[in-house]
Structure formats: C-alpha cells, structure tokens
C-alpha cells in the first residue's frame, strides 16, 4: 500500500494550491481517503475526506467553501483544491486511507479510522 503526496509549495495569502494523492496497492473504492494537516507545534487535524464508492464528501467547518475535494477513481487520484488559502493553513497536508468507506462523516472520520498513510507535503502561505 502506498500513498504519495504531491503539489506542496509557498503560495502567498489569498491563493490557491492543488495538492494530489496517489493510492495503490489497495482496492480504491474499498477505503476512504482522507487529507490531514499539521501545523508547526499543533496536533493533526482531519480536513476532509472522499469515498468513491458513492461520492460521499466531508469537509471540516473551518475549510468549507475554500477547499474542494475531488477523485479521479480510474486513476487512483484525489486532489485538495485549496482556495483563498490563510497564513493560518501553514501545515504539513497528509493523505490517509481507512475502512470502510463510511468513515467519511463528521461522526467517525479523524486519525483512529485511517489505516494508511503518506508521508506528506508542506504548504506554506506567507507574504
């Protein structure tokens, strides 16, 4: 099983950035993947998650509406757009797999449900 970040940088205030994840070694719509962040002396916080086998996406409250999670299934892709990106969005920004798939919902998404994992890639917003 891998997972592969991907599309980290400096990016200024206000900006956008697409970080993708590449899975393999497992059966894609079997799990949910999840992007986690961690910031500088903070402990990991879930983002958001997909499940592919039926489209069910969740974000966390605080980057609703600014960043979009998508999946590419054919190609064991998915992507974080992150829009109108904060100084307070500095994080290391991991992918996660888990089981099953409905883990993707507020009530049970967070580290406990992730098998996988990826190393991660940093994004770091700054003027």
């Known amino acids: 099983v891998q997972l592969v970040e991907s599309g980290g940088g400096w990016v200024q205030p206000g900006g956008s950035l697409r970080l993708s994840c590449a899975a393999s070694?497992?059966?894609?719509?079997?799990?949910?993947i999840g992007w986690f962040r961690q910031a500088p002396g903070k402990e990991r916080e879930g983002v958001g998650c997909i499940a592919t086998i039926d489209g069910t996406i969740y974000y966390r409250d605080s980057v609703k509406g600014r960043f979009t999670i998508s999946a590419d299934a054919a190609k064991n892709m998915v992507y974080l757009r992150m829009n109108s990106l904060k100084s307070e969005d500095t994080a290391v920004y991991s992918c996660a797999a888990g089981v099953p798939p409905g883990v993707c919902v507020d009530s049970m998404f967070g580290d406990n449900a992730m098998n996988y994992w990826g190393k991660g890639t940093l994004v770091t917003v700054s003027s």
């Open positions: 070694g497992f059966a894609f719509d079997d799990y949910a």
